[in-house]
Structure formats: structure tokens, C-alpha cells
């Protein structure tokens, strides 16, 4: 290809326009390794840094792991920065005791600890963004490595250009072009760099891709490269249209309180499918930064439970502290661990003593508003719908009490011989597993179960043609 400087440099500041990677007065902190790919970067920032009006920052994390060859590294890059009138900040980190301190994958904790530098070093002189020198070559080992391991249309979309991480843009103005094209770069204008040995390390996965698999497959698609990008591409923009589209979806049709998402089973089986998975993983990360790696199966699992044919109750551990359960005609997905209202209700219990009083008293139970009304001397008061029920004020033994279930509660049903079970009638009724602990219901002085709101009064205390004590319970709007 033979890129010279204007070349690459036109097609690096064409890149940066496509996609939006800075404005003209940006302050860039370029991560700069001493490697070909990073001192390339480095040239190119600073040769287009006056046109864009550009303030450079080099950054340069010794890692600890290769101490001559860091060293050599981190000089290389000082006094090129000096040489090119760059700021110059480093750090030397001891990742070999750290990793042994912390047991983390060394992968993973250097990358922590060299983030960490980055933004410090982006807050200090107030950058917009932090430049990485991911190249081409770069994109589609990752593509094929995610490919490998059975990446998604996410997976697959490789690394982006720019992503937002603490307040600062994440940039790689490199991702079009090839490794040999900046090493070409490198020797036309005598840019600078020092070779990585552990590159060449089969122990590292991607080294094995890059070193083994990338070759042998090339052999049957000598473009295998630029074709893993271009997938690269096309899947990363599919992915942004299902992430907007499951982003609309969820404003649509999910119902939104702290620490949990609902939405109706009908509504979210509706969607094509490629959606319904999307939205569920949505919802996930929305509930918990830990979500990201949800399994295909477990997405799968929750998404067939939507299904009109699935049972009409159940509960799953969907990871990372979440539970989703089907009640009825509703999907919830929740943050707590426990049960499915996120804590154990059976642990939850509450009782609230109503004696007896002489006009209107409230009570806030159960997510309920509950009125409790005393009339003598009246006509009688005929329960109005579910929400009202009217009892022989003389017959019930105060003081009531509001309470949840507690196990065997029964309830003497009007027009039955003999009572019914509290847990039966919840079923009945269809009221949601994670609402019936909670539920409240209205009891005397004597344990009889007076009424279960909106669902059945008891035969005790019928209020008859001669009553003129009345005692009327009703629901209100909170």
C-alpha cells in the first residue's frame, strides 16, 4: 500500500471525522508503550496536532514484568516526548507482587492498573480523551478470539473506535490500518520503537491467534484479515441499531422502580426474538454492572418463560443478584438476592392492632390504603365491588388487627359449608407469589378472618335488615 506521511496522515484525520474521535482544541492523553504501534501514533498525533489545534500528553506504564527491557522501553519514550516538546508521565508498577498479592489473572490486573494511570493522568491536564494504539491487525485477532469463544453480534463488533469510560472518551484512531503500514511508517520517518519479546509468547491467547491461527486460516482467505474487520464493522453497527431499538423497546413497554424492571410476558414474547434477547440483557446490565457475561442460556431461559404456553408462576437466578420470575401476566427482573421480592418475607412479617374508635381510621398496609369506618344508627351500608365490605359492627370482637398470612390461615367463605385456605384463594385469584407474604388481611379479636381484600369476606358478621351498628371497610387510592 505505501502510505507516505500525507497518506496516512489524511486517512488517520479522515478516520477521526468519520467517527467523531475529537474536536479541534482537544486535549488527547496518547498511551504510548514504545512498541512500533504506539510511537506511530504518537508522530501522527503530533504532526496533525497544530492543523487541529491538538495538546498532546504521553502516557507510559512500566509494567515490572521485564525490568531491562522496560527500562529501555520507558527511556525510549521520555526522550522521544522530550524531542517532539511533549509532556511526559509515568508510572512503574511492581505487577508481578501484585498479581501474587491479589490472584488475579495477570491479563486483567495489568489492565486494571494501567487504566487506572490513564484516567489519572486525563483528569491532571483535563483531556477529552485518551488515545490507544489498537491497529487493524488488532481488530481481527480480537474478532476471531471472541469468534472463538462464541462471541455475539456484540462480541463480534470487536473494539470500538471511541467508548465513554469515566468521563473520558476512549479513542483508537488506528483501527483502519495495518501493522505492516505502521511499521512502513516508522521507516520512512524514523520513528523510534523497541520490540516487546513477550509478543512472541505462546502462553498469551492471543499471540496463539495472531502467531498460529490467524496464518493458517489465511491460508484459505489471503484477505482473512481485512474480512474479520469489515465483520468487525458491519456487526458493530447492527448491534447499535438492536441496542437503540431494545433501548426504545424498554421505555416502551417496562414498567420502572428502583431495583426492579417489569414487563408484561405478552408484550415481551411479542418481539421478534433477536429483540427479546436484547431487551433481556438490557434489563440485566441495567440492574447490575456485574450482568455484562450473562450466559446465552440463562438469556434463553428467561426469554421462553415469556412464552404463553410457560407456567404461569416461576423463578430463576439470573446471576449476579438478580432474580426473574413470571407472576401471571407480568415478567419482573430484581435486584436482591432472597426471595423474589428480594428479601425473605417470611422474615418480614407485620401486625397492626385497630381497637375499637369512634368515626374513620386509615391504615397503610401491605402496599394497601385501608379505611376503617364505624356508623351507628344508619342505614346499611352495602359493600360497593371488591373493595368494600360491610360487617355487623356488635359481632366483631375488637380490637381487629391488620396483618399478613401467617401458615394455615383459613377463611369461612360466605355460601360454603366450612372455610378455605388463604394460600388457595391467593392462587384462585392469581395474585403474584412475590405479593401474597405481604398481602394484608383483616382479622379479630377471636382469630376469625374477616376479610381478604378485593378477593373474599368471611360469613362472620353479616350486617342484616335490624343492624344498626356497622362496620365498613374499604380500599383507597393512596
Not at 531491562?68 to 516526548?81: D, G, K, M, W
Request: charged share 25%.
Amino acid at each position: 500500500m505505501g502510505n507516505g506521511m500525507p497518506g496516512m496522515l489524511q486517512q488517520l484525520e479522515k478516520t477521526a471525522v468519520q467517527e467523531k474521535l475529537w474536536t479541534k482544541g482537544d486535549t488527547i492523553v496518547a498511551a504510548v508503550s514504545g512498541g512500533p504501534d504506539s510511537m506511530a501514533l504518537l508522530h501522527m498525533l503530533h504532526a496533525i496536532a497544530a492543523k487541529q489545534k491538538l495538546s498532546i500528553v504521553v502516557a507510559h506504564v512500566n509494567h515490572g514484568f521485564r525490568a531491562e527491557e522496560s527500562a529501555l522501553e520507558a527511556e525510549l519514550v521520555r526522550q522521544y516526548a522530550a524531542r517532539l516538546s511533549i509532556p511526559f508521565e509515568m508510572t512503574e508498577l511492581q505487577m508481578p507482587a501484585y498479581i501474587e498479592e491479589t490472584r488475579m489473572n495477570a491479563s486483567a490486573a495489568s489492565r486494571e492498573r494501567r487504566y487506572a494511570f490513564l484516567h489519572e493522568i486525563a483528569s491532571k491536564y483535563g483531556a477529552a480523551s485518551i488515545a490507544l494504539a489498537h491497529h487493524g491487525d488488532d481488530q481481527a485477532e480480537t474478532v476471531l478470539m471472541r469468534m472463538l469463544r462464541g462471541a455475539g453480534l456484540t462480541g463480534l463488533s470487536g473494539m470500538a473506535f471511541k467508548r465513554k469510560e469515566k468521563n473520558v472518551q476512549l479513542i483508537r484512531p488506528l483501527l483502519r490500518i495495518n501493522k505492516s503500514d505502521l511499521l512502513q511508517y516508522c521507516a520512512e520517518h524514523e520513528v523510534p520503537y523497541e520490540v516487546d519479546s513477550s509478543n512472541n509468547e505462546r502462553y498469551y491467547f492471543r499471540n496463539v491467534v495472531r502467531l498460529d491461527v490467524l496464518p493458517y486460516l489465511s491460508q484459505f482467505n489471503p484477505q482473512l484479515s481485512q474480512s474479520l474487520r469489515r465483520l468487525a464493522d458491519v456487526a458493530g453497527a447492527e448491534d447499535d441499531l438492536l441496542e437503540r431499538q431494545a433501548e426504545e423497546r424498554l421505555a416502551e413497554l417496562a414498567t420502572l422502580t428502583p431495583g426492579e424492571i417489569a414487563i408484561p410476558s405478552s408484550e415481551l414474547y411479542g418481539l421478534h426474538v433477536a429483540l427479546q434477547r436484547r431487551l433481556i440483557k438490557l434489563i440485566l446490565n441495567y440492574l447490575s454492572n456485574e450482568a455484562d457475561s450473562a450466559a446465552f442460556e440463562h438469556i434463553e431461559t428467561m426469554r421462553l418463560a415469556a412464552a404463553p404456553e410457560a407456567p404461569s408462576t416461576w423463578r430463576f437466578d439470573a446471576g449476579a443478584g438478580i432474580r426473574c420470575v413470571r407472576e401471571y401476566s407480568v415478567m419482573r427482573w430484581l435486584k436482591q438476592a432472597g426471595s423474589a421480592s428480594g428479601t425473605d418475607p417470611s422474615k418480614d412479617g407485620y401486625a397492626f392492632e385497630i381497637h375499637e374508635f369512634a368515626d374513620c381510621i386509615r391504615v397503610d398496609a401491605g402496599g394497601l390504603s385501608i379505611v376503617f369506618e364505624h356508623r351507628r344508627n344508619g342505614d346499611a351500608l352495602r359493600a360497593k365491588g371488591r373493595d368494600e365490605a360491610c360487617f355487623d359492627a356488635s359481632q366483631v370482637a375488637f380490637p381487629l388487627t391488620v396483618r399478613n398470612r401467617r401458615p394455615g390461615d383459613r377463611i369461612s367463605v360466605l355460601g360454603l359449608n366450612g372455610s378455605k385456605k388463604v394460600q388457595d384463594m391467593f392462587v384462585d385469584e392469581k395474585i403474584a407469589p412475590s405479593a401474597r407474604e405481604q398481602y394484608p388481611l383483616i382479622v379479630d379479636a377471636e382469630g376469625r378472618l374477616l376479610w381478604i381484600p378485593r378477593i373474599r369476606r368471611s360469613s362472620h358478621a353479616l350486617a342484616e335488615a335490624d343492624t344498626t351498628d356497622f362496620l365498613f371497610i374499604r380500599l383507597e387510592n393512596e
